[in-house]
């Protein structure tokens, strides 16, 4: 570099410079750098940016930024349908803000560290406590992707090409599981539902499960929050013709309803979120990924760690046991290339389960099911509003119908939202349920938060 810094922060900005570049690639001007840009797209003077401040200035600006959001503090948010409002304990937050964990990345080298790789041995352990499950990886990125590597897996198991999918479920899961099947040759078949009760329609999901099955896929509970009644019955249809059954899970809901291994599970998928995870604009997430039986094993994506025993014997060791991602083996034998994900969330949710133990879970699953279902019973008892829709139990998460107040459902909301409510999601995707939204309680919301909801919504259908 020669001449002059023009710009402190711009090293080769002086002219001598600048022309000592040009000369070298035969140029005249900048200009002619990007000649291969049409010249109708090209900006043509100045960019219209606020003037140069000062660092000071900067901070004050982006505070003054930061203070236009709305958080979950500042309004009430009975917002579900994929991130939901759960506390997250202070410890949960001082263990993964250590420096030994705090990363965005995963460990790329965790052979290196036994702390990391002992707190990702617990996370697994406790999940498959908690799912009743022989074997669990060490996280992927979201439900989404968890799905739609359960689909592969169980398409390498079976040798079958299809999928069979539950009709009310997540929208955007449901795009993942399609992006991730159809470049494998999968077909995802979606069954019908009960629009009374929500309940899978057996028989004709009977007639759907051929020799080409490789999997039923059920949420327990489902994407609008009710429990299948008939797992055991899908469970036992699904592998009489040879194929897998697959479970979704909301974690937490595990504290209260049977685990999906006591009804012959044979992959469960889910979303960590709720175990310790702040909402954070929506991510990141943590996919749960969990198998039963040794075939299942070789063929699951991620990794996993295992604990063992140094040479001379006498400590405990933990080292990663299983990786199948194409920089670790022969490609074509790669089940995934997902070992990347934020494996911190495992470790927050692994702290959160240990803070909790199963009395902790159990008593803030009958916490949420008591907050839910008042606030189902004092919004049925506004004129007009059904809660739920389906006649079934339900667990957090319940649709609420306005069609008999004569209202718009995305009116109601947007209202909701000028009062300061965070109200539940439109639920656009499902025309046929009328003008419905998914709402949730959860352990957050007080009975006070709740009466406000009900009594906001009474004035606003005066």
Not at 356 to 371: H, N, Q
Request: glycine share 8%; proline share 5%; net charge negative.
């Amino acid at each position: 570099m020669s001449g002059r810094m023009v710009h402190h922060y711009i090293p080769n900005s002086s002219p001598e410079t600048l022309k000592m570049m040009l000369d070298e690639m035969r140029l005249n001007s900048i200009d002619e750098l990007y000649t291969d840009i049409p010249d109708r797209v090209r900006l043509r003077g100045r960019l219209n940016i606020p003037k140069a401040m000062s660092e000071y200035e900067v901070e004050r600006h982006v505070e003054e930024l930061l203070l236009r959001n709305k958080t979950v503090f500042d309004a009430p948010c009975f917002l579900g349908g994929g991130c939901w409002p759960h506390y997250v304990p202070a410890a949960v937050e001082m263990v993964v803000g250590r420096s030994e964990f705090a990363t965005s990345y995963t460990p790329y080298q965790a052979e290196v560290s036994q702390g990391i790789l002992q707190a990702l041995f617990e996370y697994q352990s406790m999940i498959c406590e908690l799912t009743e499950m022989d074997y669990s990886n060490s996280s992927m990125y979201d439900w989404a992707t968890a799905l739609g590597e359960a689909a592969r897996m169980a398409r390498r198991v079976t040798g079958r090409n299809e999928i069979i999918t539950p009709y009310y479920m997540d929208p955007h899961r449901a795009s993942t599981l399609k992006v991730y099947s159809e470049p494998a040759g999968m077909k995802v078949l979606t069954c019908t539902q009960d629009p009374v009760t929500g309940q899978i329609v057996v028989e004709k999901l009977q007639e759907m499960i051929t020799s080409q099955t490789a999997a039923v896929y059920v949420e327990n509970p489902s994407y609008l929050g009710f429990f299948e009644k008939q797992i055991d019955l899908i469970s036992d249809l699904a592998h009489d013709k040879g194929g897998l059954l697959i479970v979704g899970v909301d974690p937490i809901s595990l504290g209260v309803v049977k685990p999906p291994g006591e009804y012959g599970a044979d992959i469960v998928v889910g979303e960590g979120q709720p175990l310790g995870n702040h909402m954070n604009y929506g991510g990141p997430s943590l996919g749960i990924f969990a198998c039963s039986g040794d075939r299942l094993l070789r063929q699951m994506p991620g990794r996993i760690v295992g604990l063992t025993s140094t040479l001379e014997g006498g400590d405990e060791a933990y080292c990663l046991v299983h990786q199948t991602r194409e920089q670790h083996i022969r490609r074509e034998r790669a089940t995934s290339n997902i070992c990347t994900n934020e494996a911190l969330c495992a470790v927050a949710a692994a702290v959160y389960l240990s803070l909790l133990g199963p009395e902790g879970l159990r008593r803030l699953c009958e916490t949420i099911m008591v907050k839910s279902h008042y606030a189902m019973k004092i919004m049925n008892s506004i004129d007009g509003v059904k809660t739920p829709i389906f006649e079934a139990p339900h667990f957090k998460e319940f649709t609420v119908n306005f069609k008999d107040t004569g209202r718009r459902v995305d009116e109601i909301h947007r209202r909701l939202l000028d009062r300061g409510i965070q109200a539940g999601k439109v639920l656009k995707e499902y025309p046929e349920l009328g003008e419905a939204a998914l709402y949730c309680v959860t352990e957050v919301h007080t009975k006070e938060m709740i009466d406000s909801l009900a009594d906001n919504i009474r004035e606003i259908l005066r």
